[in-house]
């Protein structure tokens, strides 16, 4: 086909490589969006890393528009926005109001005000290749960003000891999609397409190391509170709460020791009551 026309077979080869590793890596979260839909709630999880995502693949569609021979660019960025945008609505549709209207307000801001400006300067203030040169730097910026998001997912790792959060599948393609578009970038002498995977590949590496070394290691479990209702006949074995004959087996001899206190409770109204323990 024309459109995959390119002077270069290699950087073709690398090129759509390239794409299918990112199109696993985009659709890595669809899991973490059928818990939340599963349960009408965003829990824990943050917008943030999908706001920015978003907004690195709306700023490299661009950068891709205005070079010739890049259409592996724009179909990749392309289809980033479109899942980037499917998992923000999805955030949207079943997060706290608090939540949504932050996500909003990032939205407003960044991918709508910030790429608004970023599309108007580069527009009347660069000409032909300086507007391209501009753009990648900036693309550049925003693929460091998102590639440095894991930093967090590290720390954990190395606190907890745990990999829970850190999925080997996940760490080795996006190590494999960053090995794909640096050679990509560096087959076209395109530099902003190169430069961030470096950092990728780094950073891919890394999360394999730790997984490698933690993936193994046992956590003590912490105690846990009961969820159900306990036992009062059994609790009272294990708890000496006041009065140790409460936890006697015998029935008659628990209703003898009842009226006994009930006998001393006449006697002597102002004495102790028994302690009653409640959980």
């Given amino acids: 086909m024309a459109v995959f026309s390119t002077h270069n077979p290699f950087a073709l080869a690398f090129g759509i490589l390239g794409n299918i590793t990112s199109f696993v890596v985009f659709l890595a979260p669809m899991p973490t969006f059928f818990r939340i839909c599963k349960k009408k709630s965003t829990e824990g999880f943050q917008s943030f890393p999908y706001v920015v995502a978003l907004f690195s ?9 205005l070079k010739s021979d890049a259409f592996l660019l724009i179909t990749v960025n392309s289809f980033g926005c479109f899942i980037e945008t499917i998992y923000l609505t999805l955030f949207i549709a079943y997060a706290s109001k608090q939540a949504r209207m932050s996500t909003l307000r990032m939205l407003l801001l960044l991918n709508f005000g910030g790429f608004c400006l970023i599309l108007l300067l580069s527009h009347f203030l660069a000409k032909g290749s300086s507007r391209v040169r501009i753009l990648g730097w900036v693309c550049v910026i925003f693929s460091v960003s998102v590639f440095a998001a894991p930093l967090s997912i590290l720390r954990v790792v190395i606190r907890t000891r745990s990999v ?22 560096i087959l076209l002498k395109d530099l902003y397409v190169a430069i ?25 479990e912490e105690p846990k509170l009961p969820e159900h209702t306990i036992d009062n006949a059994k609790f009272s074995t294990s708890l000496t709460c006041g009065i140790q004959e409460a936890a006697s087996p015998q029935l008659n001899g628990a209703d003898k020791e009842e009226n006994i206190h009930e006998k ?13 323990c409640q959980v």
Avoid: R
Avoid at 57 to 65: D, K, Q, R, T, V
Avoid at 167 to 185: D, H, K, R, V
């Fill in 57 to 65: 693949a709306m700023i490299w569609l661009y950068y891709a528009s």
């Fill in 164 to 185: 829970e959060f850190m999925p080997f599948n996940l760490s080795f393609f996006l190590t494999l999609s960053a090995i794909m578009w640096f050679f990509y970038g």
């Fill in 264 to 276: 001393q409770d006449m006697d002597d109204p102002n004495g102790d009551q028994p302690i009653v």
């Fill in 196 to 220: 961030p995977n470096v950092l990728g590949f780094i950073f891919g590496v890394l999360q394999m190391i730790l997984y490698v070394i933690y993936k193994n290691f046992k956590t003590a």
